[in-house]
Every structure is written in structure tokens, then in C-alpha cells.
T-cell receptor, first 116, second 114 residues
Framework: SAVISQKPSRDICQRGTSLTIQCQVDSQVTMMFWYRQQPGQSLTLIATANQGSEATYESGFVIDKFPISRPNLTFSTLTVSNMSPEDSSIYLC?????????????FGPGTRLLVL | GDSVTQMEGPVTLSEEAFLTINCTYTATGYPSLFWYVQYPGEGLQLLLKATKADDKGSNKGFEATYRKETTSFHLEKGSVQVSDSAVYFCALSDRGGSNYKLTFGKGTLLTVNP
């Protein structure tokens, strides 16, 4: 497994502003993922962030709105840009520690975002 | 595309009752299957997993068997406790590309009363 931390744990932001969420892992991992969990809903994958390459975004998510950085094998950031109340969600990062073929992902504690 | 359908909640049980949360999936190929649990105010934790047909995943008294013939991965526990109150998510992993993508069901809220 892996120990994953996220900062901030929660925030309240004004519409039109941007927030950068950090994800730190205690070991080097190839694959990191960012998910969104809207209130009362399931998790939706935003993008996959592999070190040394551009993030791969899922349908409905674009880089201008959710820019991602992956500067090394233990760290990634997700920025939520030009926020609106509809962006109020829990944002989670996850990692797949090793390519064992079991595709098991481990999740951080999440960042709870409220946009007013 | 891949999809996961799980039992609508909420589910309310008394302590020591038997629990079943149904989960069925649609996928191309041979996905791995997972159950994750989200306790109040916390992130997701992996509860159990199965990587091939007829595998049984188990953890903390919970079990689920990968049934390829019925495309199901139902979660069961013989005797639930108040501490099991949480949201349970069934998920599958798509092995189709170079990236592994988890597809989640909508989640089932379980409340266990003393």
C-alpha cells in the first residue's frame, strides 16, 4: 500500500478564484489519479497523471479548467480554476503503487471544497 | 463502456444482522473487481478485491466472490456492527489500455443501529 496526504483538507472559496490541491505519497509511484466526488454522488475520474508526460483527461474534463502538474514520482497538484458553486466537491488523489497487474488504487483523504 | 450497478440505498440494519449489497458490472475483457468503503468524513479505503473469476476477496468479515457467469461481485457480511456504518462502493478496473481506470458504482449507504 501507500500513505497519501492531501493539502488542504478543506477550503471555502469565492467564485472566480482558483485553488491548487497537493497530493504527496510516501513512496515513488508511476501512476497517480485525480477524482471528483460531487455531493451524494460516486467518484468520477478527472485525469491520470504520469510523471514525465502530459496528464490524460477524461471526457468532460479539460486542462484549462483542471490543470495538473506531476513534477516527480511522489507529488502531484490539481488546480481547480475559475471556480463556480458547481465545483463544490471532494477531490481525491489516488495512486497505483506498483504494476502488479491487480490495478489496485489507494486513495488520499480528500480535499473538501465549497465554492460560494 | 464499462459500468457498475450497485444496490440503491440507504440500507439500515440492526447489529448482528446479515448484510448483502448487490453489485453487477458490464465490461469488455476481464476486469479486476473491488469494494471500497468510505467512513463518515474520511477518504476511500480498499476493503477487498478479486482479480479473476471465482476468486473470493475477504477482509474484516466481509466477503465477495467474482462471478463471471452472472457478472456480479456481491458484498456480504454475516454479522454487521455499528462500526460498519459507511458508504460502500463497488468498482472495476479497466485493463484495456496503458492506464488503469477505476469505474465506480454510485455507492450504498449502510447504517447499522445498536
Amino acid at each position: 500500500s501507500a500513505v497519501i496526504s492531501q493539502k488542504p483538507s478543506r477550503d471555502i472559496c469565492q467564485r472566480g478564484t482558483s485553488l491548487t490541491i497537493q497530493c504527496q505519497v510516501d513512496s515513488q509511484v508511476t501512476m497517480m489519479f485525480w477524482y471528483r466526488q460531487q455531493p451524494g454522488q460516486s467518484l468520477t475520474l478527472i485525469a491520470t497523471a504520469n510523471q514525465g508526460s502530459e496528464a490524460t483527461y477524461e471526457s468532460g474534463f479539460v486542462i484549462d479548467k483542471f490543470p495538473i502538474s506531476r513534477p516527480n514520482l511522489t507529488f502531484s497538484t490539481l488546480t481547480v480554476s475559475n471556480m463556480s458553486p458547481e465545483d463544490s466537491s471532494i477531490y481525491l488523489c489516488s495512486v497505483e503503487p506498483t504494476r502488479t497487474g491487480t490495478e489496485t488504487q489507494y486513495f488520499g483523504p480528500g480535499t473538501r471544497l465549497l465554492v460560494l | 463502456g464499462d459500468s457498475v450497478t450497485q444496490m440503491e440505498g440507504p440500507v439500515t440494519l440492526s447489529e448482528e444482522a446479515f448484510l448483502t449489497i448487490n453489485c453487477t458490472y458490464t465490461a469488455t475483457g476481464y476486469p479486476s473487481l473491488f469494494w471500497y468503503v468510505q467512513y463518515p468524513g474520511e477518504g476511500l479505503q480498499l476493503l477487498l478485491k478479486a482479480t479473476k473469476a471465482d476468486d473470493k476477496g475477504s477482509n474484516k468479515g466481509f466477503e465477495a466472490t467474482y462471478r463471471k457467469e452472472t457478472t456480479s461481485f456481491h458484498l456480504e457480511k454475516g454479522s454487521v456492527q455499528v462500526s460498519d456504518s459507511a458508504v460502500y462502493f463497488c468498482a472495476l478496473s479497466d485493463r484495456g489500455g496503458s492506464n488503469y481506470k477505476l469505474t465506480f458504482g454510485k455507492g450504498t449507504l449502510l447504517t447499522v443501529n445498536p
